[in-house]
């Protein structure tokens, strides 16, 4: 048998395939690779979360604001509205469909504080007690002259009592007076735009209602609204 001389075997030794080596420096160049993809992954997710949040925040934020302010209008405006006075506190249903312009003013006026330590300048009983900055009878006073007929007139739901109005639009005036009813009254809606009802706090009004008065129906002893709480619940 022949020899197979060393310097032979040496070639075939360098012609078979031995197995493949990994280069270190390609493991860690895709290892870095990797890291970046997911950190770039991430850094998205980040983004659009924090975007999502701010947004939702910044929504909520403005419907309470806008409950508060009554700066929004439709369904966004308080439904209810507490008037806290000297006797006791009155809630009050507002009536933000059927009259939403005077609710929405209210309201605005209600964010600026308009009706903090306004008086119910008149009180007059089985009648109406108003509140206003104005010291004048005007629309009350109107009702005075025309004396009480009132309960020879037929009455309806529209004129029950404890309904809460204010003046119907006058281009001359700024005043935004208050009037909650303690009677039925049959011409109500010819003198007053109502824009709510109460429907808590009634005995508060009864006894404010019996307050003593003057000659020109002002109470002797001053009682008042001293701030008044917009709600969307009751």
């Not at 309806?156 to 039925?184: D, Q, R, Y």
Request: aromatic share 8%.
């Amino acid at each position: 048998m022949a020899k197979i001389k060393p310097q032979a075997l040496l070639l075939q030794s360098k012609k078979k395939k031995g197995p493949t080596r990994i280069n270190p420096s390609s493991v860690i160049t895709c290892n870095i690779i990797v890291i970046l993809i997911v950190l770039s992954l991430y850094a998205t997710y980040r983004n659009w979360f924090n975007r999502s949040s701010n947004q939702l925040g910044t929504g909520l934020e403005n419907f309470e604001h806008s409950v508060t302010s009554g700066e929004s209008t439709g369904t966004h405006l308080p439904s209810y509205a507490i008037f806290n006075t000297a006797k006791g506190s009155i809630t009050i249903e507002l009536y933000k469909d059927a009259s939403r312009d005077v609710v929405n003013k209210f309201v605005n006026l209600c964010q600026k504080g308009y009706f903090k330590g306004m008086l119910f300048n008149h009180v007059i009983k089985n009648f109406v007690i108003q509140g206003g900055h104005s010291q004048t009878l005007e629309v009350a006073g109107d009702w005075i002259l025309k004396g009480k007929a009132h309960s020879q007139l037929a009455t309806s739901p529209k004129h029950e009592a404890f309904m809460l109005g204010t003046l119907k639009p006058n281009k001359g005036s700024k005043e935004f007076e208050l009037f909650i009813t303690t009677a039925p009254i049959p011409d109500l809606s010819d003198k007053l735009v109502i824009f709510g009802r109460v429907i808590k706090g009634e005995d508060v009004v009864q006894e404010i209602e019996e307050v003593d008065t003057d000659e020109h129906y002002q109470p002797k002893s001053p009682v008042g609204i001293v701030d008044i709480a917009l709600k969307q619940e009751a």
